[in-house]
């Protein structure tokens, strides 16, 4: 079946350490997404890409790196510089042709602080 | 800057009742806007999406509808279940973005007790 796969499910972060999220799909979709969301908010976009090796800051990048070296995998690394990360991570892809195009989701990565 | 906002925060409602869901967004140039569904600790999943000349869809007991002029969409569910029960978060594409950008509402927690 096609969809979005992330690891692991849990993840924890010591302080000053990089770690990063892992984002795989296998829908053939151009455009992949990172979002962040805090209990009692919405998702925010931290950063996106829509074809590979581009990729642009969304509203909340400061802390974060990505990188699109293959079509499928859209990795996220939550930095040191990061200092609240706790939360709950989703990945999403979306095909890029046409108007109205939805966007499909991952089960997510909740990040937590040791 | 577009902002999203659904009501009721949360609504708990017995079996077999047909219930509401709102959303309201501030400014009406948008492309689409989609609803999803989150269930606890897991991803999102679309469940409708409704291209901003559109006036409603529908899929199943959901109907989906749209009045761009006034920055409102309801999401109708009939003759709810407890399997019903879930976050559902509304999201507009603005207009005025050259990608698929979401702005997320900060969801409805519904609960529908047997």
Redesign the interface.
């Known amino acids: 079946d096609g969809g ?1 796969t ?1 690891s692991p499910k849990y993840l924890f972060r010591k302080e000053g350490q990089n770690v990063t999220l892992s984002c795989e799909q296998n829908l053939n979709h151009d ?1 992949m997404y990172w979002y962040r969301q805090d209990p ?6 931290i950063y ?1 890409s ?1 074809i590979v090796n581009d990729f ?1 800051k ?1 509203d909340i990048a400061e802390g974060y790196s990505v990188s699109r070296e293959k079509k499928e995998s859209f990795p996220l690394t939550v930095t040191s510089a990061q200092k609240n990360p706790t939360a709950f991570y ?1 990945c ?1 892809s ?1 095909k ?1 042709t046409g ?10 990565t ?1 990040l937590s602080i040791l | 800057k577009q902002e ?1 906002t659904q009501i009721p925060a949360a609504l708990s409602v017995p079996e077999g009742e047909n219930l509401v869901l709102n959303c309201s967004f501030t400014d009406s140039a948008i ?2 806007l ?1 609803w ?1 569904r989150q269930d606890p ?6 469940l409708l ?1 409704i ?1 901003s000349s559109q006036r409603e869809q529908t899929s199943g007991r959901l109907n989906a509808s749209l009045d761009k002029s006034s920055g409102r969409s309801t999401l109708y569910i009939a003759a709810s279940q407890p399997g019903d029960s879930a976050t559902y ?1 509304c ?1 507009v594409r603005p207009g005025n973005t050259g ?9 409805t927690r519904l609960l529908v007790s047997p």
């Not at chain 1, 009692?40 to 976009?45: C, E, K, P, V």
């Open positions: 979005i992330q455009a009692g908010q919405g998702l925010r976009l996106y829509q642009q969304g989703l999403a979306s890029m108007v109205d195009q939805p966007q499909h989701f991952g089960d997510g909740r | 999203v492309y689409n989609q999803f600790g897991k991803g999102l999943t679309s999406l291209q978060l999201a990608f698929q950008k979401l702005v997320f509402g900060t969801g």
